[in-house]
Every structure is written in C-alpha cells, then in structure tokens.
C-alpha cells in the first residue's frame, strides 16, 4: 500500500481499515520516561464523536483503546508503542452495491484500478476517515511529550459552508468552548448556526464542508529542516494525509497574493531584551522555521462524498454508465470529526521536528533515572 509512515525520529506508522478487524498505530522513537497510560489516549479519542448524534454517522464504535507495548510501570519505555482499537460495529454489506460503481468524489476508482481490485472497498478502507483513528493515537502521545516542554496545540472549526468565525476570541475562551459543542467551535452561538445547516444538508440528502484552524503556542525559535523537511512543509505533508483535506494555508495563507509586501511583512521589535513580531502574517513560519510567534495553520475540508442523491457514476463490471445512490451510514459534515485529527497531525510533526531539532531528549528525566539505580551526579 506504499508509504504508511511519517516522521524520521518520532516515526508513526498506522494500520487498519475502515471494515477491517482493528485500527491503530505504532510510534517509534517516543523518549523513554514519559508518564503516559491508555487513559491518555482515551481522553483524544473520546474527542472524535460529537454528543449531537444527528450530524455525525450512525456508526458509534466506542473505540477504546488498548496500548500492546512501549509502556511499563506507567512510563514510556523507548520501545515501539503499539495501540489499536477494535472495529465492532460494521455493516459491511451495505458496500456489495459499490464494488464495481466507484463513488463520485471517493478514492474508490483510482484505488481500484492501483491494486487490481484486491483493495479493501468497505467503508472505503485503508482511505476512510476511519484511519484518523490511529492518528489520534501517535497525536495523544505526541501532545503529552509536548505538553512537557510547554507547547500547546489546539485545533477548531472556523467555519462550515459560508458560515465563518470572525470574532476574536481569547485563548481561554477557545479552550473552554472548543469541545462544549459538536461542531467543535470556539463561538456558542456560531456553532448553533452551523448545527442547523449541517441538519438542513442531511435533510436534503446532501453535505457540507467547512475549515479547521490549528494553532501551536510555545515553540522555540529555530525549529524545522529546511529545504526539503522545512516546519511548514512536513505540516503540510501530514494535513493532506487526513482524508477530505484539499488546502492548507499558514498565517494569511493565500490572502497574501493580494497584500503589498509593506501589509504582509512582519516588523520586529525590542520588548524586555527579547525579539518580538508586531504581527503574525506569516503564522509563525519562516524560511521553514519557526519564528517565534504562534503557528497558525487552516485546512479546508471538503463536503462528505458520499450522499443520497443520486449522482452518476460507472458499472466497471459492464463499462456502461449508471447512476448511484450512496447507502450506509455516513457524516453530514465530517469537519467536527477533523478537527481531533487536525490537531493530533500538527503535534505529532512538531515533536518530530523538535526532537531532530535537539529541543526534545531522546531520554527524559535523566537525574530522577540515575538517583533511582544510585547514581549520583559526581560518579
């Protein structure tokens, strides 16, 4: 299935299939002492499923998660930690009508005609967004290593369909409110609007779309490998692998291409005897690495593909043309579930970053390690 992993020294590598027996992920290059338990995860993964049960798919798997190596006594190891979760609840057999009638706007053609046909087709497969799942996992781990070293992520919804945020929230405000909604946005009352048009889509048997922002505070200066695994360009690379991702743009993003280079720049100054920016047009990226100010990076997400008008399509069994009605169960809007996803990507190239960069130790708490076999500093 080509390349599975990411990461050179955080390395995670994922498995699974939407229908298949289990999903998850192997993280290798986890620094050994990190208090972490399957309770870490679980809080991430629980994050997945809005309580608004109307705008998410029916599938409601409880995915509890089972760590299977790389912790002991309650700390990481150093060893590869494998975590997964069981699949229980799938309906496989609502996917026989599709195995020859590709899906407009899946993977499905494409995937069919790659692998000869022998590709996973239920529930999309290896290319569900069922797979975040495992993403979730690596991120879960990732946000407790960063969480050491005083940086944090945090991902929301900043608009579905033309419904946008516009208002300036403070930080507090936006960690209190991201998750008291199911469309995981910052702003109540926005989030109300976005609920009814999600339902309103649903109802008419279509779906919506919408865009996730994700910020990262506390990075030190100086992260990233430029050229070719420059801060924004793995961050990139990472996003576009959440499924239903079609853009990412840092600070103004595209806005840019319309500023004077006056508008776009980003003025230092002196406050404190520190190096300070006036503003954070670039969102935090430099040349590839990070400035010092918040990363601020957005991803579209595009409308779920799969709906119940119907849509013409191919039979690849008779090479004729047909028309499709997606049955199953799917997501109105799938941006509520990207938002976790979105966050975890950001957090699990950061420590991969920050760890290549010599910011994080291979090996944690080094003198608490040694006073507990009896070394002292002077031997």
């Known amino acids: 299935m080509g390349s599975n992993s990411i990461g050179k020294e955080f390395v995670v590598t994922c498995f699974g299939e939407s229908h298949g027996r289990c999903v998850g992920a192997v993280i290798d290059g986890c620094p050994a002492g990190l208090p972490f338990a399957e309770?870490?995860?679980?809080?991430?993964?629980d994050k997945r499923l809005p309580a608004?049960?109307?705008?998410?798919?029916?599938?409601?798997e409880k995915d509890v998660v089972e760590i299977l190596s790389g912790t002991f006594d309650g700390?990481?190891?150093?060893a590869p930690i494998c975590a997964l979760v069981w699949n229980r609840e799938v309906v496989s057999g609502d996917y026989?009508?599709?195995?020859?009638?590709?899906?407009?706007?899946h993977a499905d053609y494409p995937v069919t005609v790659k692998y000869l046909g022998f590709s996973d087709y239920r529930g999309g497969g290896r290319f569900s967004g069922r797979?975040?799942?495992?993403f979730i996992i690596a991120g879960a781990i990732a946000k407790k290593l960063l969480d050491v070293f005083n940086v944090e992520v945090l991902a929301?919804?900043?608009a579905v369909e033309d419904i946008e945020l516009e208002a300036n929230l403070s930080l507090s405000e936006v960690r209190e409110n991201i998750y008291a909604n199911s469309?995981?946005?910052?702003?109540p009352q926005l989030a109300k609007k976005m609920v009814e048009a999600i339902l309103k889509a649903k109802k008419e048997g279509d779906s919506l779309g919408g865009t996730v922002e994700c910020v990262a505070f506390g990075l030190p200066v100086g992260v990233g490998e430029p050229l070719f695994d420059s801060l924004d360009a793995e961050i990139g690379k990472a996003l576009f692998d959440v499924p239903a991702v079609k853009g990412v743009e840092f600070g103004v993003g595209f806005a840019a291409a319309k500023m004077k280079g006056s508008e776009n720049n980003d003025p230092y100054r002196i406050c404190n005897e520190e190096v300070e920016m006036l503003n954070n047009n670039a969102g935090g990226v430099l040349g590839g690495l990070s400035s010092g100010t918040p990363l601020v990076v957005r991803v579209a997400v595009k409308p779920t593909p799969s709906i119940s008008?119907?849509?013409q399509t191919v039979d690849l069994s008779k090479m004729e043309d047909t028309t499709i009605k997606v049955q199953g169960r799917h997501d109105p809007c799938v941006v509520p579930k990207a938002v976790p996803a979105v966050e975890a990507s950001v957090a699990i190239v950061l420590v991969d970053q920050l760890i290549r960069g010599g910011f994080i130790p291979k090996v944690l708490g080094v003198e608490a390690v040694g006073e507990y076999y009896g070394v002292k500093e002077e031997d």
Do not use: H, W
Not at 53 to 59: L, W
């Open 75 to 78: 700390f990481t190891t150093g």
């Open 52 to 60: 608004n049960k109307e705008i998410v798919s029916a599938r409601r």
């Open 309 to 311: 008008k119907e849509q």
């Open 131 to 134: 797979i975040t799942v495992a």
């Open 96 to 105: 026989d009508s599709i195995k020859y009638t590709p899906r407009p706007g």
């Open 183 to 187: 469309v995981r946005c910052p702003d």
């Open 156 to 158: 929301y919804t900043t």
């Open 39 to 45: 309770e870490d995860i679980q809080m991430e993964l």
